[in-house]
């Protein structure tokens, strides 16, 4: 028996949460010992329904990771020895976020210069808070799911890291927006810094973050038809990795739909990430898709992923009903379209049903799996305007209308969906993973 720790971008949506949980459960049921670390509300919800166990560090500043604001954590904060310190951290990591914030994300490093974790200082005291709960818990492999600081920690105690990941954050992969060419002087991300955390350990230094965060043993989900990567990248394909609880019914309110009407299922994702807004934040989909489909013959499912940041579009129209969150695969196969804003999972989800999607995209990573649902004829897209930062977006509820009501009269996207859907369906999946994961440590 092995002990793994899951590490995972501590966001508080459930994009990750839907990969890293078919895993985990996997994992269990052979026989292994298996422990999360999220601090995020949505994802601390999921993984306590799923029966597994949630270490949360004792540090509170990683606790705001990922835009998570909450009364509690800065009473932890206030109440913290190194109170002074942390204060200042998060203050000068919010102020980064914001002067560095851009619409278009073109890989992994760049990212993370946007994201409010350059500077030294923070990414110490995180990769030290990961350092005690990796101390405590004494894995035997950390499983990381695209958190840079958990791989960093995890080079700078020695112990093996297993990544799975998106073909688009794998460093040897064209980025995220690889259908233009990259313009000079991108930021990337200050990698001396991590180096110099790394030398603190007798780690060896990286050349990127990214290359940090390919492990080794590096599993790329979903299929090299829509996920490509050059040979030389020595990653594995599992296929797609989705989660549901084995059995899991649709709400009761759900099975009454009509039978006589489409069903569209309408995924948001996190409307808005932190106060002022962001390059994230997604409640363009939700408002554009109300303004175009409120008076349309069509059924549609709104769902939320536990979020409760909805109460300014109640009532919804007539047509629309919402659930907090629905098991996935089952809302997808009632779903004659989905309507979402380009989360990986989202994407995934809908191919492996065989469910056509109408993209709203509302991030470059976003975009990319936008285009690649488009490439293959499972779908369209959307694209949002904003501003230089990514704020103040627009979509046009008309295009909007017009491509989800030609996609549910095409019978093609459907017949494009069902064909990648059995290409899909020949990887291993969760179980794979699982059998490949468990193969690392033994040897």
């Not at 073909?167 to 992969?173: G, I, L, M, T």
């Not at 979402?340 to 989202?346: D, P």
């Not at 009501?405 to 019978?411: E, M, N």
Request: glycine share 6%; hydrophobic share 40%.
């Amino acid at each position: 028996m092995s002990r793994y720790l899951l590490t995972v971008l501590p966001t508080n949506d459930l994009g990750l949460l839907t990969r890293s949980l078919p895993i985990a459960r996997e994992l269990l049921n052979r026989g292994h010992q298996v422990a999360f670390c999220h601090p995020a509300e949505a994802p601390r919800r999921l993984i306590s329904q799923a029966g597994f166990e949630n270490l949360l560090p004792r540090r509170p500043l990683y606790r705001f990771a990922g835009g998570n604001w909450t009364l509690g954590n800065f009473v932890r904060l206030l109440c913290s020895r190194y109170w002074k310190r942390d204060a200042g951290l998060l203050i000068s990591s919010v102020r980064d976020m914001f002067q560095t914030a851009t619409a278009e994300v073109w890989d992994f490093d760049h990212l993370l210069c946007g994201v409010g974790v350059a500077n030294q200082s923070f990414v110490r005291v995180i990769v030290e808070a990961f350092l005690e709960i990796i101390s405590a818990y004494k894995p035997d492999v950390v499983v990381d799911f695209w958190n840079p600081l958990a791989c960093i920690a995890a080079r700078a105690c020695h112990k093996p890291l297993i990544s799975v990941i998106q073909a688009d954050e794998h460093p040897q992969s064209k980025g995220f927006i690889w259908w233009r060419q990259a313009p000079a002087g991108i930021p990337r991300y200050p990698v001396d810094g991590v180096n110099a955390i790394l030398a603190d350990h007798q780690a060896s230094p990286a050349r990127s973050v990214g290359e940090l965060c390919a492990g080794d043993l590096t599993l790329v989900v979903g299929i090299p038809e829509t996920d490509p990567l050059p040979p030389e990248a020595n990653v594995t394909y599992i296929g797609p990795v989705l989660w549901q609880k084995q059995d899991e019914p649709l709400p009761a309110s759900l099975m009454e739909l009509d039978r006589e009407r489409p069903v569209i299922w309408l995924y948001p994702g996190k409307l808005q990430y932190a106060r002022r807004g962001g390059p994230f934040d997604s409640a363009v989909v939700l408002e554009a898709t109300i303004e175009a489909l409120h008076d349309q013959p069509v059924q549609v499912v709104l769902t939320t992923g536990y979020h409760s940041s909805l109460r300014k579009y109640f009532p919804l129209p007539a047509n629309f009903r919402h659930a907090p969150y629905v098991p996935g695969l089952a809302m997808a196969e009632r779903s004659d379209l989905l309507i979402h804003h380009g989360g990986y999972g989202s994407c995934q989800t809908g191919l492996y049903t065989g469910t056509p999607a109408l993209i709203i995209p509302t991030f470059s990573e976003r975009e990319s799996n936008a285009r690649r649902i488009a490439a293959v004829g499972a779908g369209d897209f959307v694209l949002p305007t904003s501003d230089a930062r990514g704020r103040n977006k627009r979509v046009s509820a008309e295009e909007v209308r017009t491509k989800a009501l030609r996609i549910l009269s095409d019978s093609s996207f459907r017949e494009n969906a069902m064909r990648i859907r059995e290409r899909m369906r020949t990887f291993g999946g969760a179980p794979a993973a699982a059998r490949l994961i468990e193969c690392f440590s033994s040897a």
